[in-house]
């Protein structure tokens, strides 16, 4: 049996997680603490060689070695130079090269991807798009992550820093305002930043003048899980913010399958907990909407790794390169 | 020198192309005759292997010998039993084993592809797409066609019998009905169709009374080279369905780039004729609608065959095919 393991870390706004991973997928152990970035990028580059070496030192007491890690980091990242470009939630990191300080404190072999691309490496090798030779991957956040697979490879485009960023589609040109200063990104209306927004921009209107959603607002408590909250309790505008989302969604798919010929999508992400609240209006809006597939042909699967799947992805990008 | 030759061939709704290609991509000879697709399947497959004979004793002649042919057909076609499974503008061979017959019939190597296809396969060969390793392909006629060439290759998706049907993106979701039966793609905004339908509109609603369109849609002339005289000589409603035109190809490129991570676009087809009247809305709303490419590096080339696009990419589909 090969002693060789792999690190994969997930480096997001908030946490910062670990796996130490073998070559058949299988997670030996896992960390997660804060990414702590308001110290800036040398302490997080510390506390990230500091889980680092936690699982070295954990794989040696097994008798087993690390052979490289994989970095998956919220935002755009230079994969040749080993530093993050632009990460909104990472913003100290920017032309950090975070990649390149591990090397050298660690002396290990670094890869670096993107962390909605390590998502989808993971659900690809142990997840749900197991065997689907071409997918699209969307992560409902924040923000909507976006991630291709073709022909069985993480999809990489022109290599122009980004890419399948299926957040920024634009499937409504009349539509809401977008974080990126566009109208009408699939992230304007489907994500928890979209929810938020919704109410706020109700309250603004003098459309909600009252209610559960009102008072959250107003006492600053208001999350997309409390949204999802009332959406299940069926409060109207929380309900209509989820259709929205489900007709947007419905939308964007309908046109990456007509465009790329495809038919298969995974979803994950926080705000893919509100499953059973979006995906009968995606459904209903990916019949209407499509012209070339049959609709009752297209395979729309839930993400199953949940906060595994982005350490996982990470450690298979370190594995896979190792073996070039 | 080698002296095999192939045989490409562009059935389309009204014309059948022809073009007798050696290895290099040269054309020696090419013919052009009506499809007549009114006399039926037979006729037509009839009228294709006559045109093949021809160009089979021209390369005899030179002491040549066709290797095999290749067809590029308007529609949705079944690669491998060799028969077209769906064609709007050639209803008579729906179902109709095109390319199996054609091999019974002569006695070579047949392989089909859709038209479309056959297009991008041509522009990368000899053409706009020529070095080019990510890009999407647009044919502007009467509908509106697509092609991505990814990595290199023709991008066939799942092989669905259909992929890059990028005219049935939907770009605006409160857009004008679109022929597929949706509301809003690409092509209801930017094509032949969708400059006639406009003036149609136009004058249904009211809005156009008078003038040289009311003139010609009244005496059934009406056509998009027809509006496209009018754009030039300053008519407004002409320069409107322009500007749209260019809006949408706009919009639908900025989110193909984002979602592809890529950044050159080759448009061909009759209607590309008109590109001094679509191109500058092109990149206006391009540059507007690019939240992550930067908008400058996008390269948005005019294909440069013409009719041999076609042809010159079905022969080099037969040519590839024979080396593998």
């Not at 997930?10 to 130490?20: C, E, N, Q």
């Not at 997840?127 to 699209?136: L, R």
């Not at 991957?137 to 890419?163: A, H, K, P, R």
């Not at 489907?190 to 929810?195: E, G, P, R, V």
Request: aromatic fraction near 6%; glycine fraction near 12%; charged fraction near 20%.
């Amino acid at each position: 049996m090969d002693s060789s393991l792999f690190i994969g870390v997930d480096i997001g706004g908030t946490h910062l997680r670990t796996a130490l991973v073998d070559e058949t997928g299988q997670i030996h152990h896992r960390t997660r603490t804060t990414t702590g970035i308001e110290a800036g990028p040398d302490a997080v580059l510390e506390r990230l060689a500091a889980a680092c070496r936690d699982l070295m030192k954990l794989a040696e007491a097994d008798h087993k070695h690390v052979h490289a890690i994989g970095l998956g980091v919220a935002g755009k990242i230079d994969r040749i130079d080993g530093s993050v470009v632009f990460s909104p939630h990472l913003q100290p990191l920017n032309g950090y090269p975070l990649a390149r300080n591990l090397v050298q404190t660690l002396g290990l072999p670094v890869v670096m991807e993107n962390d909605c691309n390590a998502f989808g490496l993971g659900e690809a090798w142990k997840g749900s798009g197991q065997g689907i030779e071409n997918w699209v991957g969307l992560t409902l956040g924040t923000g909507v992550g976006g991630v291709l697979i073709l022909s069985g490879q993480l999809w990489t485009g022109d290599n122009l820093g980004f890419e399948a960023e299926i957040g920024h589609m634009i499937v409504d040109p009349h539509g809401p305002p977008c974080a990126c200063g566009l109208r009408g990104c699939l992230e304007a209306h489907a994500s928890a930043s979209a929810l938020c927004n919704g109410v706020k921009r109700a309250v603004q209107t003098g459309t909600l003048e009252s209610g559960p959603l009102f008072d959250l607002l107003r006492s600053g408590q208001l999350t997309s899980e409390s949204v999802y909250r009332c959406a299940r309790s069926g409060e109207s505008l929380a309900t209509a913010l989820f259709q929205r989302m489900g007709w947007a969604l419905g939308l964007a798919l309908a046109s990456l399958f007509t465009v790329l010929g495809i038919r298969h999508a995974v979803i994950g992400g926080g705000v893919s907990h509100a499953w059973d609240q979006f995906i009968d209006p995606l459904w209903k809006t990916l019949r209407q909407s499509s012209s070339m597939l049959d609709a009752e042909t297209a395979v729309i699967r839930r993400a199953k790794l949940g906060d595994d799947a982005a350490p996982l992805g990470a450690a298979y990008l370190a594995f896979s390169e190792s073996r070039r």
